[in-house]
T-cell receptor
Framework: GAVVSQHPSWVICKSGTSVKIECRSL??????MFWYRQFPKQSLMLMAT?????????EQGVEKDKFLINHASLTLSTLTVTSAHPEDSSFYIC?????????????FGPGTRLLVL | GQNIDQPTEMTATEGAIVQINCTYQ??????LFWYQQHAGEAPTFLSY??LDGLEEKGRFSSFLSRSKGYSYLLLKELQMKDSASYLC??????????WGAGTKLIIKP
């Protein structure tokens, strides 16, 4: 079946550094990818919707200059957390959407744990 | 390899009870999550099980058997608004989430 991967799985970094997280659809092309943030035992919070070849659409309250999203190809979207601070520590999950006719399926990645010291 | 299986689609009647099963084979286990996702929306957290047994939360209950690699989500007194996709996800030994493909639940009047 369709698989979405994320790299890296874990990141530990110092405050003030930038971190890039990759999201790849491994055996399908995804025109749309989503980036979520998850706090322990809570719902996934949508941060932004990434469309291939165009600018990402950010949810209210998400700083686009802090969370840079690039969707340069149909199989890769990247999220860069710029000048990371401890409050950015979280579990970041991406997903990729396939649309086939009227049917739409969303596949989720395994997540990336970010710890900012 | 790691694998999560759940039915693709289920249909139930308003007011009835439905059980959505999830079986898993993962490298390690650090808990199982159930999420509800309505079309076009982000997944909503429903439950987290890490120990065997049944956890009840209102109309929704979740059961886990680690020895069998099995969980189910039980929805009682079904309402039309319960029509959604239900996602089962297991956190493995590396604290990565392994996702099922989701079960689309259709509620009929």
């Amino acid at each position: 079946g369709a698989v979405v991967s994320q790299h890296p799985s874990w990141v530990i970094c110092k405050s003030g550094t930038s971190v890039k997280i990759e999201c790849r659809s491994l055996d399908f092309q995804a025109t749309t990818m989503f980036w979520y943030r998850q706090f322990p035992k809570q719902s996934l919070m949508l941060m932004a919707t990434s469309n291939e070849g165009s600018k990402a659409t950010y949810e209210q309250g998400v700083e686009k200059d802090k969370f840079l999203i690039n969707h340069a190809s149909l199989t890769l979207s990247t999220l860069t957390v710029t000048s990371a601070h401890p409050e950015d520590s979280s579990f970041y999950i991406c997903s990729a959407r396939i649309v086939a006719g009227a049917a739409e399926t969303q596949y989720f990645g395994p997540g990336t744990r970010l710890l900012v010291l | 390899g790691q694998n999560i299986d759940q039915p693709t689609e289920m249909t139930a009647t308003e007011g009835a009870i439905v059980q959505i099963n999830c079986t898993y084979q993962t490298s390690g286990f650090n808990g199982l999550f159930w999420y509800q996702q309505h079309a076009g929306e982000a997944p909503t957290f429903l439950s987290y099980n890490v120990l065997d047994g049944l956890e009840e939360k209102g109309r929704f209950s979740s059961f886990l058997s680690r020895s069998k690699g099995y969980s189910y989500l039980l929805l009682k007194e079904l309402q039309m608004k319960d029509s959604a996709s239900y996602l089962c996800a297991v956190m493995d030994s590396n604290y990565q989430l392994i996702w099922g493909a989701g079960t689309k639940l259709i509620i009929k009047p």
